[in-house]
């Protein structure tokens, strides 16, 4: 790009560590980062048949279904972070909303039935090139029917919550704003950033 341009995004760390693509996905070339003729900053381009490819965050939905003064969480039974607890949550599929996702996630890992309430969280985890959203949930029952997903699906007081062996960062940041808002006796929403 020409000096006195707007400044050039080179592709940082963080960018590469998030990258899903590494081959074309129409020729299987391996691909080159650069930047396209009109463009700003650096893409995956195949050498080849130069097709761009155009790579943006994944959104992870989910929900924190609560009844009573109890959290229903859900033990891992997959990588990453297998045995580890998780509040049910998973990758937006095509074709939903972020609310349909969250209930479906819900559902498949946890088999619960829940009536979705307000957005709750929307945390930017950067590094991995994801925007993790989840909403309060109210369950509906206890019959609880984890999917293949999930080890185990149980009920949490707070201070039985295993802080130590959570899977993800947002899910902990998301109980700890959950807990703290039920103190105050009022929920808001809570946008963050996961270093
Ligand atoms: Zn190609």
Redesign the pocket.
């Known amino acids: 790009m020409a000096s006195g341009g707007p400044a050039v995004p080179r592709y940082t760390e963080a960018m590469l560590l998030a990258s899903r693509i590494r081959h074309?996905r129409?020729?299987?070339?391996a691909i080159e980062r650069r930047t396209p003729p009109d463009d700003n900053r650096e893409r995956a381009v195949?050498p080849?048949?130069?097709?761009i490819h155009y790579e943006n965050p994944l959104n992870v939905v989910g929900t924190v279904p609560v009844w009573g003064e109890q959290v229903l969480l859900c033990r891992r039974a997959i990588e990453p972070r297998h045995g580890f607890w998780t509040l049910p949550a998973g990758f937006m599929e095509l074709g939903e909303s972020t609310a349909q996702g969250a209930a479906r996630e819900t559902d498949e890992e946890a088999g619960a039935r829940i009536e979705l309430q307000g957005l709750f969280t929307v945390l930017n985890v950067v590094r991995v090139g994801q925007v993790h959203l989840f909403y309060r949930a109210r369950l509906l029952d206890t019959d609880f029917a984890p999917g293949s997903e999930t080890l185990e699906a149980r009920l949490f007081h707070e201070h039985e919550v295993p802080w130590d062996e959570l899977a993800f960062r947002t899910v902990r940041q998301t109980l700890e704003h959950f807990f703290d808002d039920r103190r105050r006796g009022q929920f808001g929403i809570h946008c963050g950033d996961i270093a």
């Open positions: 074309c129409r020729c299987g070339t195949c080849a048949c130069g097709e």
